[in-house]
């Protein structure tokens, strides 16, 4: 009935002459859609959870830690495996590769895949977050709503960032951090035609959320902060940026995988019992560690004693500062193994718990030395801003989202001091954040928006196939009669083969061509090599790198070995000019009829 439904919406929608508000509705649509997706991860971590709680009854007590994850992490790589196929797309990046390469395409069963193996995997108790598989799950939503209605790359793009920011949005209950996050992460610009969408799928999946499940993540309780604490604030700052850059080292290092040479299911099995033994030393790695991050923010320290097996231990002051020293850097080490061994999950909410630990232990290490009392949950809730603004080289989301889950508005100054300090630090090794440096160094994507208009052009357009082939032995004087009936400047030497085997590039040669005076000259006398060889997969943005690079205005494009045309760099920076045009154009929402 639904899907009879959208046919009638969509029937309705071509037949209009005017399409201007067409985006806005169907912002409100995903962002329903998004927050709904939201309340129905948060209900299945849930029942997860509870599933996982009583089958933990039926074992003594700590030994559950050791077994629960490597079970959650097993079924989530079967779901995968037979289920899904091994067709889901794990990550923010993957989200930015469909952005900048795919037109804005996410796979439909992305839309639903994520929230069932994430939450498989964090509701027994992988230690990692909900936040990626959301963000992804929002994306696809968005993506396939612009695919449905016959949208451009443009609106698709705007409606797939606004599914993520309701997905955000509704998990945190923090609109503006959703619409932040679509805009510093997914899009990288800001202009009124895109952030309106944004704005109302943000807010339409908060209203959901809050309709069907209004708990509040966090609760911070705090009468403001000191002056004289702002030297710790900064300190807290570079701290934050250095953890970030741990973090983005060792998080991107595990989640490529563990034990690559095992099987998917030895392999789960192995990274569970691993991360099992983690949590069983540090209970709160387990899951989310939510529970945990309430507790501390609210004064309660003495919750990580809980469930460990060194309680006692933990009265000691330093013993409990090596303890909290310890969270702030393995917590990345379980996420790690949690999804480089099949799990599925994000490294956001691991992040925020690195973040948080890091404050309290600034503050509770200052605090032991009795020169000055600091106030622990303003550090912690302050130090989830940084760990966040230099991981995702987002400082505006992070200060956003933390001052709305933790109600922290007048925290304001000391989350600007500390985002702004750790993004910087964090820039000074890693230019681009995790998400990009991936993207940047694996697959040849860049963010610039150049980049992006590039490589929405196809090579194949560009190829020009009208070319003049010659052979080797080719007698010189017939060349010349060949010069004197076209207008060609380059010329392909090919063999039986159609492979190249030198080019005649008449800007190059002209002076050494027309002293070829030898009746017996051949073409093989006078051909030269190409400065470069075009694969006809080849990004456009890298061919126009190729250009510029060797500052020539054409090439030989090769497919599978074989010579099939020339690419000019005038055709493609005509292309380029028609592509720039008309995404302008499409971004103009409010002035189209």
Known sequence: MIKKLLVIVNHWRTRQPSQRNFLIYCSVLVGLLGGLAAVVLKFLVHFMEELSRNLA???????????????????????????????????????????????????????????????????????????????????????????????????????????????????????????????????????????????IASATGVVVAKLLNSQQLFHLVTEGWLVKALPFYAILGVLSGLIAVYINKVGHGLEKGILPKLNRYTRALAGGLMLGVLILLFPPLLGEGYHYLQAILNGNIDVLKEESLYADWLSEPWVMLLFIAALVLIKIVAAGITLGSGGNGGTFAPTMFTGAFLGLLLAYGVNQTGLIHLNTSNFIAVGMAGALSGVLHAPLTAIFLIAEITGGYILFIPLMIVSAISYIISRLFNKHNAYWHTLIHEKDIHPDQDFSMLNTMRLDSLVNRQYVALRRDMPVAELYNILSTGTANIFAVLNDEKELEGVIWMDEIRKQLFKAKQPDAKVEDIMVDPPALISYNQPVSSVMNVFDHLDVWQLPVIRNGKFIGFVSKSGLLNQYRQVFIQQHKDADLFSRS
Not at 100 to 114: G, M
Not at 145 to 156: D, I, N, Q, V, W
Not at 186 to 194: A, H
């Open 57 to 199: 009854s039926q074992v003594p007590y700590h030994y559950s830690y050791l077994l629960l994850p490597a079970l959650g992490i097993l079924i989530t790589v079967a779901y995968q495996h037979f289920i899904n196929r091994d067709s889901m797309q794990k990550g923010i990046g993957n989200i930015l590769m469909n952005i900048k390469r795919n037109q804005a395409n996410v796979p439909h069963d992305n839309a639903y895949a994520h929230l069932v193996s994430s939450s498989l995997t964090v509701g027994f108790g992988g230690s990692s977050g909900l936040e990626a598989p959301i963000v992804v799950t929002g994306a696809a939503i968005g993506s396939n709503a612009g695919r449905f209605f016959k949208l451009s790359t443009y609106e698709k793009t705007v409606l797939l960032a606004a599914g993520s920011a309701a997905g955000i949005a509704a998990v945190f209950n923090s609109p503006i951090a959703g619409v932040l996050f679509a805009l510093e992460i997914l899009i990288g610009e800001i202009t009124i035609p895109t952030f309106i969408p944004l704005l």
